[in-house]
Each structure stands twice: as C-alpha cells, then as structure tokens.
Antibody
Framework: QVQLVESGGGVVQPGRSLRLSCAASGFTFSSHGIHWVRQAPGKGLEWVAVIWYDERNKYYADSVKGRFTISRDTSKNTVYLQMDRLIPEDTAVYYC?????????????WGQGTRVTVSP | DIQLTQSPSFLSASVGDRVTITCRAS??????LAWYQQKPGKAPNLLIY???TLQSGVPSRFSGSGSGTEFTLAISSLQPEDFATYYC?????????FGGGTKVEIK
C-alpha cells in the first residue's frame, strides 16, 4: 500500500534552517509528483511546494519562494524540503502528499505529518 | 492569484441530514477542483477531484458538482464518521490553493 513517512521536524530558532524528508513506498515513485502542504496550529491547509515526476519542474507558494527548496532522490524514493531563513510564521505541521498524477494536481495519499516549531 | 471562498465556515447538522458546502473561486478554473476531509489530528483525505469524480474507496453519499467559479460538495445522508472539516482545493498556474475550510459538527 502507498506509504509516505515524514521526518526531520523539530524546534528551531528564527533564521536557522531545517530539512524535512518524505520517504515513499508502495508505488512507482518516479511516476508521481509530490507535494508539501502545511497546517499552522488551529488553522487551515496551506500548500507549500510541488516537485513533478521529472525532478526538473518545481513550484512554490509565494510565502516560501526563495527560502524553501524542494528536491527528490529517486534512488532513495525520498523527497526533501530544505527550509532556510525560517520565521515564526513557518510553524506548522508539514505533510508530504503524493499527487494523483505525474505532475501536480491533487493530493491522493498523505503522510502523517511532521511538526516544525520556529521559536526563539 | 485565485482565491477560494468556502461557505459556510461552520455547519451544525444531525445524523441523516443532507449537507451541502459551497466553494467559490475568484476566477474561472474549469473543473480543476478537489474536496478533502480532515479529522482532528489526522492528515486530509481526498474525496472528490475534477469537481465531480469520486476518489476510489470514498462512500457514494459524497458527491461534487459545479464548474467555472462555483462548486458544491454534498453529503446525501450525514453519518457519524462524517463530522470533520472539509476543504476545497484548486490548481492554477501549477500552484495549489486551499479554501478556508468548513467544519461540520453534530447538532
């Protein structure tokens, strides 16, 4: 069965960096886009970034563009989210999600999430 | 950027009720819209995509309709496990946007 497992969350000071990982299994990893979606405490869902099946096409929300970088390693079936220059507004549970298709349309399978807290 | 506005933001209903949730887009998006259900402490679950296509494994009491700027999620007969928060989501210019959510609670 499709499984996505996030890791790498934690507490970090503003201005510092953190790298999240999303380990995928149970499907053909190279055939699907992968998204990161976050949810601040008590708030709704906010899309963060997507990387297409081809590793070349990457798109970001305006709120993270220039600070976050998404990448994928097909040899490890893993997607990463490098988060630099973190700010308190980045505090959230971060979910990775598989796209229904090879690019980026809809999130049909989700991980359990990893919590990121940005605090002095 | 395209904005998605859900209404109502909160809904109180009883088991067996028919429930509808509306999602309005700030400009036309064709049928590129999905609906998700999220329960407390859990990841979202895809219910509907392409505005009206039921995701595999989702009960048939859920249905979606609409195109352009106005979309609806309907639950024909609310079940105890349906009390949750529902989000719409659209794709435009390769970026996704979620609506603000509708919380469905037990009356």
């Amino acid at each position: 069965q499709v499984q996505l497992v996030e890791s790498g969350g934690g507490v970090v000071q503003p201005g510092r960096s953190l790298r999240l990982s999303c380990a995928a299994s149970g499907f053909t990893f190279s055939s699907h886009g992968i998204h990161w979606v976050r949810q601040a405490p008590g708030k709704g869902l906010e899309w963060v970034a997507v990387i297409w099946y081809d590793e070349r096409n990457k798109y970001y929300a305006d709120s993270v563009k220039g600070r976050f970088t998404i990448s994928r390693d097909t040899s490890k079936n893993t997607v990463y989210l490098q988060m630099d220059r973190l700010i308190p507004e980045d505090t959230a549970v971060y979910y990775c999600a598989r796209d229904l298709y090879s690019t980026g349309w809809y999130c049909d399978n989700w991980g359990q999430g990893t919590r990121v807290t940005v605090s002095p | 950027d395209i904005q998605l506005t859900q209404s109502p933001s909160f809904l109180s209903a009883s088991v067996g009720d028919r429930v509808t949730i509306t999602c309005r887009a700030s400009q036309g998006i064709g049928n590129s819209l999905a609906w998700y259900q999220q329960k407390p402490g859990k990841a979202p679950n895809l219910l509907i995509y392409d505005a009206s296509t039921l995701q595999s494994g989702v009960p048939s009491r859920f249905s979606g309709s609409g195109s352009g700027t106005e979309f609806t999620l309907a639950i024909s007969s609310l079940q105890p496990e349906d009390f949750a928060t529902y989000y719409c989501q659209q794709l435009h210019s390769y970026r996704l946007t979620f609506g603000g959510g509708t919380k469905v609670e037990i009356k």
